[in-house]
């Protein structure tokens, strides 16, 4: 794993692992400490990591809503992460990534005909998933 050998600690390292682990998800810092509990990696250290590994350019942070907890998601310096949309189901609070040619004509369409430039890694879209709609949870 690439970064300052200053800050190259152990913590770190479990840190980074750990949303590597689990790249698809948006993690709250709460739900990063929560997962390293007994790797002894307390919430103050999981928050200056993640700082530092925003600054080294390893993971992103994206604030879903507003007044909720910044979440975090591993950003790999391959740029195999591309930008996305996100689906935040009103129900079970679920996040998706979708990746879709159709939204990205629309981003295109924005663009060109009303000079707006979209930031798609930021843009959630809101409704109910599949999986609420399919257990009859109203909407």
């Known amino acids: 794993m690439a970064g300052s050998s ?7 390292d479990l840190i980074l692992e750990f949303l ?3 790249k698809s998800r948006h993690l709250t810092a709460e739900e990063i400490a929560e997962g390293l509990r007994g790797q002894r990696v307390g919430k103050s250290t999981v928050y200056r990591t993640l700082d530092l590994l925003i600054r ?3 993971v992103r942070r994206f604030f879903i809503e507003d007044g909720a907890s910044a979440c975090f998601q591993y950003a790999p310096p391959d740029g195999a992460c591309k930008m996305h949309y996100h689906l935040k189901c009103y129900n079970c609070g679920a996040l998706f ?5 159709f939204l990205d004509q629309v981003e295109a369409h924005i663009f060109e005909r009303h000079g707006f430039q979209i930031d798609n890694s930021k843009t959630v879209l809101y409704g ?3 999986d609420c709609r399919n257990a ?3 909407d």
């Open 128 to 130: 109910v998933c599949q």
């Open 20 to 22: 590597q682990t689990n």
């Open 97 to 101: 990534h979708v990746e879709c040619e």
């Open 136 to 138: 009859g949870k109203p």
């Open 56 to 58: 080294e350019g390893f």
């Open 6 to 12: 200053r800050y190259n600690t152990r913590q770190r």
